[in-house]
């Protein structure tokens, strides 16, 4: 079956910890997008990559990087410059912008 | 103003109602709008797209207004089930190759 696959679907993270969250697709869509969800609000964009070897910033990068070297792959990297990681963070895949993206089902962050 | 603008509701409604939800939004060279679902602490699921002449998925009908810079969605018939949260999602075409997503209508149906 076609898909995105995010895991894990819970995480949790110390103080100063860098921590990865995976996002795989395989449903050959060139995009692929973070979004940060905290609880009662909006989705906010964190990076999206729209091609291989290439991303941007969205709306709320900071503390954050991400890499695209593979098509299928787009996982993204809270670094301990993240001062209130904690969130649902969400990725999305999409063949390009103006198209509806496909979600994962989710990583649950926290800090312990 | 923000890009994408929702009534964050709750919209407390009874079994077999009808509902609206509206949506504005700021950028007139907008090109792609959608209606998302999200049910609680779970991701957003395309429930439709959004088309100039309007277009209709069995109860529900998401309507354009291009002059005025909204999007509708009507849900007619209400169930229990429909009961979630209703993100309306454009392609603001302001450089940023990505979707905006508006916060969400919430939509309570009630026995």
């Known amino acids: 079956d076609g898909g995105i696959t995010q895991s894990p679907k819970y995480l949790f993270r110390k103080e100063g910890q860098n921590v990865t969250l995976s996002c795989e697709q395989n449903?050959?869509?060139?995009?692929m997008y973070w979004y940060r969800q905290d609880p009662g609000q909006g989705l906010r964009l964190i990076y999206y990559?729209?091609?291989?070897?290439?991303?941007q910033k969205g709306d709320i990068a900071e503390g954050y990087s991400v890499s695209r070297e593979k098509k299928e792959s787009f996982p993204l990297t809270v670094t301990s410059a993240q001062k209130n990681p904690t969130a649902f963070y969400l990725c999305?895949?999409?063949?390009?912008?103006?198209?509806?993206?496909?979600f994962g089902d989710g990583t649950r962050l926290s800090i312990l | 103003r923000k890009e994408v603008e929702q009534d964050p509701g709750p919209f407390n409604v009874p079994e077999g109602a009808t509902v609206a939800f509206n949506c504005t939004y700021s950028?007139?060279?907008?090109?792609?709008f959608f209606w998302y679902r999200q049910d609680c602490r779970k991701e957003p699921k395309l429930l439709m797209s959004?088309?100039?002449s309007g277009n209709e998925d069995g109860r529900f009908t998401a309507q354009l207004n291009r002059a005025s810079q909204y999007i509708s969605l009507l849900i007619r018939d209400s169930k229990l089930s429909d009961s979630a949260t209703y993100l309306c999602?454009?392609?603001?075409?302001?450089?940023?190759?990505?979707?905006?997503f508006g916060s969400g209508t919430r939509l309570q149906v009630q026995p």
């Open positions: 990559s729209q091609i291989v070897n290439d991303f």
């Open positions: 950028n007139s060279a907008s090109q792609s």
């Open positions: 999602v454009v392609n603001t075409d302001t450089g940023r190759r990505a979707l905006t």
């Open positions: 999305a895949s999409g063949v390009r912008e103006i198209q509806p993206q496909h």
């Open positions: 959004v088309y100039s």
């Open positions: 449903l050959n869509h060139d995009a």
